[in-house]
């Protein structure tokens, strides 16, 4: 068995596992700096594109390919280099054409949503600064570029100038209703028209000052006052069934402090920022499932069997210098952790067969110093 795998920087996710099940690996990668080249069987360094990349999955005669592309900008072309590899035969795990044309696109994702019936913030898609007029909810608002990934140029504007000096940078945004309440994330597996939502995710609260998910603590499954995990499951389930996702897909929430409704706010269909809580919580590690599809051993009954019941905190440290962990960099098992991102930027994800000995965990591994945030919403 051979398998191509598009992009080294999350290679290490997938390293261990393809090591335990004795599979080759072929890693094609733009970056000539960039880290986990020298953990594959064999690597190429590429153009950029998919072009190559195929021609070498062609030449080296591969089962499948896999690509690691945790942005979005590239995901178009990853979906067209799918439809010509799957007419050469060759299994391409990841979304289609039809599905990045909705999740690339923040407005298309709107209306998505709403021809769907799933419920999502107020907006409006606004032009010129008059288009504001029109508008029916109150200010804060949230506003977006029409394009662009998780976090990225998101601004949560106080007034109309705030509005108009955004406008002056994009000609086209979406502008949202600002809703109190906590962010919600959920990776769904989606394989040969079978869905399965694995946990949800807690990213912490919502913020005027919009602070980025990354830096904030985070923990799975959600335990959230008013939350039905079950409902969360059900409407991610709808989401991807209606998008025809394929391979591993997240979709972002936000929970109501005032109403306690759900509201969806965007999907990534790319490997999630959520997966090591996934992992931690479920002991289902999302990227690894990838590659059972690829070999034909995904059976998504089987792995809604394998789930566990974990407790799962992810902390942002900077540089971790505490105890280290003897399982391979990016494997959990019962109470373990990983550290992962780069140097200065570190997080720890820690896995406990119960919040208390995932939050005992935590003190040994990082000291007290670093529980300065409120352990009532965990």
């Not at 407005?107 to 019936?117: A, S, V």
């Not at 140029?153 to 002056?168: G, P, Q, R, T």
């Amino acid at each position: 068995m051979k398998i191509l795998f598009i992009g080294a920087r999350l290679f290490d996710d997938v390293d261990f596992y393809l090591k335990e099940k004795q599979i080759e690996s072929i890693l094609t990668e733009s970056n000539s700096d960039s880290p986990n080249l020298d953990k594959s069987d064999y690597k190429f360094i590429v153009p950029r594109g998919m072009d190559e990349p195929l021609k070498i999955a062609k030449k080296e005669s591969v089962d499948g390919i896999i690509p690691l592309i945790g942005i979005d900008d590239p995901l178009m072309d990853v979906a067209i280099a799918k439809e010509k590899s799957e007419k050469l035969n060759i299994h391409f795990i990841a979304s289609n054409i039809y599905s990045i044309s909705i999740t690339s696109d923040k407005i298309r994702t709107k209306e998505f949503f709403i021809e769907n019936g799933i419920d999502t913030p107020r907006f409006k898609v606004v032009s010129a600064v008059n288009d504001i007029n029109d508008i029916n909810f109150d200010y804060p608002y949230v506003l977006k570029p029409r394009e662009g990934q998780g976090g990225r140029d998101i601004y949560i504007a106080k007034n109309s100038d705030e509005v108009d000096e955004y406008l002056f940078k994009h000609n086209e945004i979406l502008c949202e209703e600002f809703i109190e309440g906590s962010e919600i994330s959920i990776e769904v597996l989606s394989y040969n028209g079978e869905y399965l939502p694995l946990v949800p995710a807690y990213k912490g609260e919502t913020t005027l000052e919009g602070i980025h998910p990354l830096n904030k603590v985070r923990s799975a499954p959600a335990e959230i006052e008013g939350l039905d995990n079950k409902k969360v499951r059900k409407i991610a389930y709808k989401i991807a069934k209606a998008l025809k996702a394929e391979g591993t897909i997240d979709i972002d929430f936000i929970f109501s402090k005032k109403d306690k409704k759900l509201y969806a706010l965007e999907i990534n269909s790319r490997p999630s920022g959520t997966r090591y809580l996934t992992a931690a919580s479920s002991g289902i590690h999302p990227l690894t499932k990838l590659i059972d599809m690829v070999t034909g051993e995904f059976n998504i009954d089987s792995v809604r069997d394998e789930i566990k019941d974990y407790f799962a905190l992810e902390i942002p440290i900077g540089n971790y210098s505490g105890p280290l962990n003897d399982e391979p960099l990016k494997k959990f098992t019962k109470n373990s952790w990983v550290i992962h991102g780069p140097s200065d930027y570190e997080r720890i994800t820690i896995s406990g067969e119960s919040k208390e000995k995932t939050l005992e965990l935590a003190k040994c591994l990082i000291g007290d110093s670093f529980f300065d945030f409120n352990l009532d919403k965990l």
